[in-house]
């Protein structure tokens, strides 16, 4: 018989050391992405001012009410569900395992839902923007109130922008008045605002992409490391050991420090074996036959 270790994967490095569970930094990077964006969405200079000047009821403050809603939501349903997945491979805890993964599951399925409307309604969010200033704009230019200019205003100075260009080419008195001096080379804000939000689309995009990736990764780990928590399986077994069948005319090795070194003089240290001959001698009269030892 000898001793053999046993390791279950490579879960026993990250399980026996006490360090956390390798997805669950990914996920609450990931989760931290979803709170930034929520924070743009809500709290952005860009999309607070135009927030301003929009009333209750526009489609531009529906869609950014639900962005924003939904971007909390996954921030904290991969926070909870990586928060859960570390805490339960240290403890090897089921329960908390099987939390992990519907966290994470439910992540899946609302990045599901959002991959699914940003293939169908891409400018949906920009046709939003663009209505909100379109009727903005119009306000001032048809009314000489000092609230809506400000607006206007604020709207072009964020966005680095002013007016908008005439499908006829003339442009009114009350138009080129919005854009005074300097202001008149700046870009027109329907294209300014329109590559703005492509950007931050992108952005958003690609964060759903890798969220896609990720949860979807975590939710097989987890139902993995689920059912091995469920059968028994322990993933720390370090320094445990298992006796096993020596293969036929294998010698056992000996230990490193009791090796002849190349070139010097064996270490005398009794062996098991030499020790049971000397006892056997020991108890034979000193006429009767020896056992061959070793030179």
């Not at 270790?5 to 006490?18: D, K």
Request: charged share 15%; aromatic share 10%.
């Amino acid at each position: 018989m000898h001793l053999e270790p046993l390791v279950v994967g490579s879960w026993q490095a990250t399980v026996g050391t006490g360090r956390p569970w390798g997805p669950s930094q990914a996920a609450q990077l990931l989760g931290l992405s979803m709170a930034a964006m929520a924070a743009v969405n809500y709290l952005g200079t860009h999309f607070a001012v135009v927030g301003r000047a929009s009333s209750d009821r526009t489609p531009y403050e529906a869609t950014r009410r639900w962005a924003f809603c939904t971007s909390i939501s996954l921030a904290g349903l991969l926070t909870l569900g990586a928060v859960l997945g570390a805490v339960a491979t240290v403890r090897e805890a089921g329960g908390l395992m099987a939390g992990g993964f519907l966290c994470f599951a439910l992540a899946f399925c609302i990045l599901v839902q959002v991959a699914f409307w940003r293939f169908h309604n891409p400018a949906q969010v920009e046709d939003a923007v663009l209505d909100t200033y379109d009727l903005v704009y119009d306000q001032a230019v048809r009314s000489s109130s000092v609230t809506l200019r400000q607006q206007l205003v604020a709207i072009q100075d964020t966005f680095l922008c002013c007016g908008k260009n005439s499908p006829f080419g003339l442009l009114g008195g009350t138009e080129v008045s919005l854009c005074p001096g300097e202001e008149a080379t700046r870009q027109d804000c329907l294209v300014g605002v329109r590559s703005f939000l492509r950007t931050y689309g992108n952005i958003a995009s690609t964060l759903t992409g890798i969220g896609l990736a990720s949860t979807a990764y975590a939710v097989l780990l987890s139902s993995f490391l689920w059912f091995a928590f469920r059968s028994g399986c322990s993933l720390d077994r370090r320094g445990k050991y298992a006796l096993g069948r020596r293969a036929r005319d294998c010698r056992p090795q000996e230990p490193s420090f009791f090796r002849r070194s190349p070139g010097g003089a064996a270490l005398q240290h009794p062996m098991e074996a030499d020790v049971l001959d000397g006892r056997l001698r020991a108890s034979r009269p000193s006429g009767g036959p020896r056992f061959l030892q070793d030179s």
